[in-house]
């Protein structure tokens, strides 16, 4: 049984992956502008992509198809808002890890946490009443909370068909932000925006992969 | 670059939005928080502040905050002649803060909504009139309230709506009625194998109520008002989603603010918490609106304030088509009966 095991997962190394080379490669960075709703309520975010891995990756199906796509991972920065009225606008800056998954023919899936650090700004005049009955007038009131971020997008790399070096993506975000009255507060936000390839390069080892299925 | 132009253009953006806003009209809606204890709770003003009349509904839960009760029909029938104050207790609503839940307490909600009363005086004029409005928990609050030090000074009614002042007597009547109405259905065969559970339950659970049957007795109590035809249906989910792009509802710190809450530890404390005892105090005028099917709070714990304060103005007015929630299922006597207090009493 061992060895029945053994044997398999050898042959699996061994005919999937026929080819592994190692190029270098000059990665972009890219810059990320986006609409960042939560439902009716509107917010910006833009940040910087820092690209940190490559691997091209090409599959070839036992139709005899070849299937190739690229994976990216990025480490990101981003500072992003949204306004609630009458609740809170909150400004949050983040920084994450995005993996993506890219293509040939330029459409890319994406998933990406992130942590940071937000900070609300009361959406109303905010007093404070002492026990005196005396009231005044607290200036920027609001609050610091922890923030999470996961979420997970579609999109469309131009610069894979085209000469334009930018993405359009739409993702779909959820914000969790502690302590918040003692406990979490979640928050759906949905990001439309575009990624601007910058002209800026990080040069990388990229991978590139061969498998056969 | 970019960054540092988009920073400051938010931080102008967020400056200007909390600029103060204090509208004396007709047809006024202010937002304002007030920060008391580790906790911002959001105050909404809504209606005719030129009235200098205004009706601060005190809401229930724990937790469940005050957005429900700003429907169309009140602000056509009660906002028209004064102001309503919406005001989300601390860990309810749209009030927010950090890590708070040491100053989650009954005491420290008396001080808030003293302090509520002292900010609505200080933005709309120190001769404004306040009228107190306890709906359900909010009972338990303005009971508090009203029998603490010289409070009650500075209201000039007490509107006392499907409330609870005692909630080891609230646990005993809500099992009382449950038997006796549960008795009557199942004569006459109306929802018997529900009713049937809830009185195996009941007799079941005789008194010295835990937590855990107090919670169960209140559900019960939910669910049988439904089972009464002549209760008007009333869905809280629906009338808060009804309104909710309307009023730019922040609906995951409700949901996450009630459930916090009315699970909150300090409930335990509640369970056994009772102003029957010094109601006698109570000298401020006082109008009592119960549902006759209402199973949560049953209409006795209304004849208890009514018998127990210390004023002859009062009036106890129950009306027989409602069930927990008057406020929503019988607008019509809810709104005149409070507008006719509030013009005997300005």
Known sequence: MCLTLIFTVSALICFSRNADTLNIEKIPYNLKFSYNSSLIYPGASSGVEYPFQRINVTKFLKTGKKKSFIKDRFITANLNGYHHPYFHDNLYLTVGWTMRRTKSSGFFTEFSPEIGLSRTFLGGTTYKVDDNGNVSVRKLAGYYYTLVSVGGGIGYDFSKTTSKPYMVFSKFNVLTMFPYNSTIYLRPVIEIGMICKLSCFRSLKVKSKTKNK | ?346
Request: glycine letters at 6%; one cysteine or more; a negative charge.
């Open chain 2, 1 to 346: 670059m970019k960054q540092i132009i988009f920073i400051v253009a938010v931080s102008i953006l967020l400056a200007s939005c909390q600029k103060e806003k204090i509208t004396i009209g007709t047809n006024v809606s202010d937002t304002f928080y007030l920060d008391n204890a580790g906790e911002s709770m959001r105050i909404l003003v809504e209606g005719n502040t030129s009235s200098k009349t205004f009706v601060l509904f005190v809401h229930g839960g724990p937790g469940s905050g005050s957005f429900v009760y700003n429907t169309d029909y009140i602000s056509q029938n009660i906002e028209n002649k004064y102001a309503v104050v919406y005001w989300d207790q601390r860990n309810a609503g749209a009030s927010q803060g950090n890590s708070n839940d040491n100053h989650l307490n009954l005491p420290q909600m008396t001080d808030d909504l003293k302090k509520v009363i002292q900010l609505i005086k200080a933005r709309y004029g120190q001769n404004s009139f306040v009228f107190l409005l306890g709906h359900s928990f909010g009972g338990l609050l303005t009971s508090s309230f009203m029998t603490k030090d010289n409070n009650q000074s500075m209201v000039k009614g007490w509107i006392y709506v499907d409330g609870s002042q005692n909630y080891p007597l609230n646990d005993t009547l809500t099992r009382q009625m449950l038997l006796k109405v549960g008795h009557e259905q199942v004569a006459i065969n109306k929802n018997t194998d529900q009713w049937n559970t809830i009185i195996s339950y009941c007799n079941g659970h005789p008194g010295n109520f835990t937590i855990g049957e107090s919670e169960q007795l209140g559900t019960y109590a939910t669910d049988a008002e439904t089972y009464i035809d002549v209760v008007t249906p009333f869905n809280y989910v629906n009338a808060l989603l009804g309104y909710a792009v309307e009023d730019k509802l922040p609906l995951t710190a409700i949901l996450i603010n009630h459930l916090y809450s009315s699970n909150a530890s300090f409930n335990n404390d509640l369970a056994k918490t009772e102003f029957s005892s010094v109601l006698y105090k109570v000298v401020t005028p006082t109008l009592i609106l119960f549902g006759e099917y209402d199973f949560i709070c049953p209409k006795e714990l209304g004849y208890e304030v009514f018998n127990r304060i210390n004023t002859n103005d009062k009036k106890i007015v129950i009306s027989p088509i409602s069930g927990h929630n008057l406020i929503f299922q019988d607008q019509v006597l809810f709104c005149n009966e409070v507008n006719s207090f509030i013009e005997l009493h300005k």
